[in-house]
């Protein structure tokens, strides 16, 4: 059984999630559902780290914001794990949550298999506690950002090949996959998409020119694309030249 409090100034959001919840395949008991910050902390202040195995809350509440809810929690239980729920798709607010060290980001409406795949991973972590093999449940706290966007970017240059899945990469380096989608592009200037096909139309070049036997449309499967036709236009869209025009040394000037 997972006990979750949530904290919400929108009572129907607090409703639809205790809804959701009861209609999943993962027990779940809402043992506290509050308007504020403050009366949720009023609560949590008074209890262990044996009575709740999740704190949801929003960002902007009256009386005791989300961040300075997840502050007092913080003191009051170190490892708790909390979520952010919030309606402000910003990178900001979520930067800020993951360095107060919370397992997922949320944004309202709520996607039902993202709290699922929450709920299973906070099920998970309360099943090793309690057989005292307790790993830490926090995602990536903000001195982390650096190294999963390196590590992001190796992973994409040895599986270029591969059929690209976010939800897969995101599960690899142990990140939300609309936080890392966003963190991405924040630190590099590029989304993941854009990155992936650099390396993609950069690997094609390579086989272009040193392995000139090659036919195109094996060119383009062995950097991923299944579609020679897809492959041909994104490598003259973005080379000015078609993968025929490279292979035989024609360097068209662009612009």
């Not at 949590?44 to 914001?65: C, N, V």
């Not at 039902?112 to 830490?136: F, N």
Request: overall charge positive; charged content about 30%; aromatic content about 8%.
């Amino acid at each position: 059984m997972i006990r979750i409090m949530i904290a919400d100034d929108e009572e129907v959001i607090r409703r639809g999630l205790g809804k959701i919840t009861s209609r999943m395949d993962v027990e779940v008991e809402v043992i506290g559902s509050y308007g504020n910050g403050l009366e949720a902390w009023n609560r949590l202040s008074t209890m262990s780290a044996e009575d709740i195995d999740l704190l949801i809350t929003d960002i902007k509440m009256p009386r005791m914001d989300g961040f300075k809810l997840i502050e007092a929690a913080r003191g009051h239980m170190k490892n708790l794990p909390i979520a952010v729920l919030s309606g402000f798709n910003d990178f900001e607010y979520a930067r800020r949550a993951i360095r107060f060290g919370v397992l997922d980001y949320l944004l309202k409406p709520i996607e039902k298999a993202q709290l699922y795949e929450l709920l299973k991973r906070v099920e998970e972590s309360r099943q090793l506690k309690l057989s005292g093999t307790e790993q830490p449940t926090v995602l990536a706290p903000g001195g982390r950002e650096h190294h999963v966007v390196e590590q992001t970017k190796v992973i994409l240059e040895k599986e270029y090949s591969h059929n690209f899945e976010l939800e897969r990469l995101a599960e690899t380096v142990g990140m939300n996959a609309s936080y890392i989608s966003r963190l991405f592009k924040y630190k590099t200037g590029q989304t993941i998409t854009d990155y992936l096909i650099g390396i993609r139309i950069a690997k094609a070049k390579e086989l272009l020119t040193g392995q000139p036997e090659l036919k195109n449309y094996e060119i383009a499967e062995r950097v991923g694309y299944n579609d020679p036709v897809y492959f041909n236009k994104l490598f003259k869209k973005i080379c000015g030249m078609t993968p025929k025009d490279y292979k035989s040394g024609c360097r068209i000037p662009r612009g």
